[in-house]
C-alpha cells in the first residue's frame, strides 16, 4: 500500500511541475520547440520535484523512475546550436541540487566564450525565469525550486568571472 502512496504524490508532484512549466507569461500553454527544450523540461520537473518534495531523493522507487538531472545535462552538453546554447542558459535560475548544480556550471565555464553574452544579458534583465514559472506554486515550493534574485545574481557574475579567467573546470566527465 505504501508503494501506492509514494506513486500517486509522484504522480501528483509532477502534474504540478508540468502544469506550473507548461505555461507561459502571458498564461497560454506551450510545447517545447526544440530536443534542447524537451530535455530543459526534463531538467526543471526532475530538479522542482526533488526540491519540492526532497524526502523522495532517498526512496529507490521514486529515484530509479525519475532520470537523473545529471544524465540530461551530459545531453545538453553535446548541443551548440545557438537555441540550444540560450536553453542551458536559461536553466541558471533553477535550484539543480548539489551535484547537478556544479556540472551546470562546469558546463557553462566549458562553453566559455560562446555562451557568455547569454549570461551577461540574463545577469542585465530583472527576468528570473524560474520564480517568473512557478509564480502560481505556494511561495516555500517556488523558493525550494529556485534561486533567490540575489543568488541568482550572484551565480551569473561568477560564472561570467570564471570564463572572462579563463578558468576550467575538472568536475566534467
Not at 13 to 23: M, Q
Not at 93 to 106: D, H, N, P, Q
Amino acid at each position: 500500500m505504501r508503494r501506492s502512496g509514494i506513486t500517486a504524490a509522484l504522480i501528483a508532484s509532477i502534474i504540478v511541475i508540468f502544469h506550473a512549466s507548461a505555461s507561459a507569461v502571458a498564461g497560454v500553454p506551450r510545447k517545447p520547440s526544440s530536443k534542447a527544450e524537451v530535455l530543459k523540461e526534463a531538467v526543471v520537473a526532475a530538479a522542482s520535484l526533488f526540491a519540492v518534495r526532497p524526502e523522495l531523493r532517498t526512496d529507490s522507487r521514486v529515484v530509479e523512475r525519475v532520470t537523473t538531472i545529471e544524465s540530461v545535462l551530459a545531453l545538453l552538453d553535446g548541443h551548440n546550436e545557438p537555441d540550444s546554447l540560450d536553453v542551458l542558459t536559461s536553466l541558471s535560475s533553477y535550484y539543480l541540487g548539489e551535484a547537478a548544480g556544479g556540472l551546470y556550471r562546469c558546463l557553462i565555464i566549458r562553453k566559455g566564450a560562446t555562451i557568455k553574452g547569454r549570461l551577461a544579458s540574463l545577469l542585465a534583465s530583472d527576468d528570473n525565469e524560474c520564480a517568473r514559472r512557478f509564480n502560481s506554486l505556494p511561495p516555500s515550493e517556488r523558493r525550494a525550486a529556485c534561486l533567490d534574485d540575489v543568488v541568482y545574481r550572484a551565480k551569473l557574475r561568477a560564472m561570467l568571472g570564471q570564463i572572462e579567467r579563463g578558468e576550467t573546470c575538472d568536475e566534467l566527465p
